[in-house]
């Protein structure tokens, strides 16, 4: 896991980023439901996987610290994946909640369970807006079209959720290179 101060996507809102992205991804980056089922039933008959690339205490990046309106300086829990279809890695993730956030979810037991299953199964989650990007995910060297990024919060828990759909995925579903 790099955590690197050196790349930080250029985050920008949805909306801006709307006429440079064509319709077909505008329903993948836009959807605000649960990717982790998107993903399952647009990769059928492909088994979806959720592939624990690591996750443990860290600093997060600049980007990450002021989108959830941490200090820089302070421990969070950091958690990337990579979500596979069979064998075909369509999206690396990287998620980060502020510690004094947890509030005791035992969120470090996910494992290979989608961090989605959680979130969508708690009653009152709110989902900030959706903010995109066209720079490369910083964590992994996966090339892809777009990323994007939102605070989910339930009570006094918060994560920042980042999203990078690559090339695999672009080529597998005939999606266009915007
Ligand atoms: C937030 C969701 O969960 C997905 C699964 C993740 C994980 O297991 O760490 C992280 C981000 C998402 O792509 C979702 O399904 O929408």
Do not use: C, K
Request: a positive charge; glycine letters at 6%; hydrophobic letters at 45%.
């Amino acid at each position: 896991m790099s955590n690197g101060p050196a790349i930080v996507p250029r985050w920008r809102p949805l909306a801006a980023a709307r006429p440079a992205m064509s319709p077909e991804w505008w329903r993948w980056v836009a959807s605000r439901d649960s990717l982790t089922a998107r993903l399952t039933e647009a990769g059928y008959p492909r088994r979806f996987r959720v592939r624990l690339l690591d996750q443990r205490l860290g600093r997060p990046r600049r980007d990450e610290a002021q989108a959830l309106g941490l200090s820089p300086t302070r421990l969070a829990w950091l958690r990337e994946v990579a979500l596979h279809l069979d064998d075909r890695t369509w999206v690396v993730a990287r998620s980060v909640a502020p510690l004094n956030r947890l509030r005791g979810q035992r969120l470090d037991r996910l494992g290979e369970r989608s961090l989605g299953s959680w979130l969508f199964r708690q009653p009152d989650l709110e989902r900030g807006p959706i903010e995109v990007s066209a720079d490369p995910a910083p964590f992994r060297a996966a090339p892809g079209p777009w990323g994007r990024r939102s605070v989910f919060r339930h009570g006094r828990f918060a994560v920042l959720v980042q999203e990078f759909f690559l090339e695999a995925m672009m080529d597998d579903l005939a999606l266009p290179p915007r």
